[in-house]
């Protein structure tokens, strides 16, 4: 969740479906999934059954990294638009507070709402546009950052129909959540 939160408070939320914070949480636990399904994929009929034992469920991104990936985004959002914020506040009361008020349908609808506008179809577009390398203002830095992410943390590259693959998984994921 550290990371994902502190990608967000480095460089801000995403300016388009190319924020390269992206990779800090869900996207880059999205290709670490990918990874994992590729070296499994012996144990299943496809592909897209191979990642869908590995999404919300698996150690690379099992629940905790996806409630983690849902909270940064959250956190974020609270800091961000939180004006009030007491002059004793901490990042540890501003976390104790959140922890204490949101249960996972609640993190999964306040994810959903402050990444994609609360919207699944946001959420599978916005994916579709991060796995094929990013377009907007912060595209190429974006498809710059992939590549060097791909590199270095998931060398199995992926077809165009695996992505697809990836984008109906990790929305029954958090569909499944709401």
């Known amino acids: 969740m550290m990371v994902a939160l502190n990608s967000l408070l480095f460089w801000g939320e995403p ?57 940064a985004i959250n956190l974020y959002s609270s800091i961000r638009t939180e004006n009030n914020l007491p002059d004793d506040a ?37 994916t579709k546009i991060l796995l094929s390398g990013g377009t907007g203002s912060w595209g190429q830095a974006y498809s710059i950052a992939l590549a060097a992410f791909k590199k270095f943390k998931a060398p199995y590259d992926y077809s165009s129909s695996e992505a697809a693959d990836v984008v109906k998984v990790y929305q029954n994921v958090i569909n499944s959540y709401l």
Not at 32 to 58: C, E, M, P, W
């Open 15 to 71: 300016q388009s479906v190319s924020g390269i914070q992206d990779l800090g949480g869900w996207c880059g636990d999205l290709l670490t999934a990918i990874n994992d399904a590729h070296r499994q994929i012996k144990k299943y009929v496809s592909f897209y059954d191979s990642l869908s034992a590995v999404v919300g469920k698996d150690k690379s991104f099992g629940p905790e990294d996806l409630i983690d990936d849902m909270d």
């Open 90 to 126: 901490t990042p540890s009361s501003v976390i104790t507070e959140y922890y204490s008020e949101h249960g996972n349908e609640q993190r999964a609808n306040s994810y959903l709402n402050n990444r994609f506008n609360g919207s699944l179809d946001t959420l599978s577009s916005d």
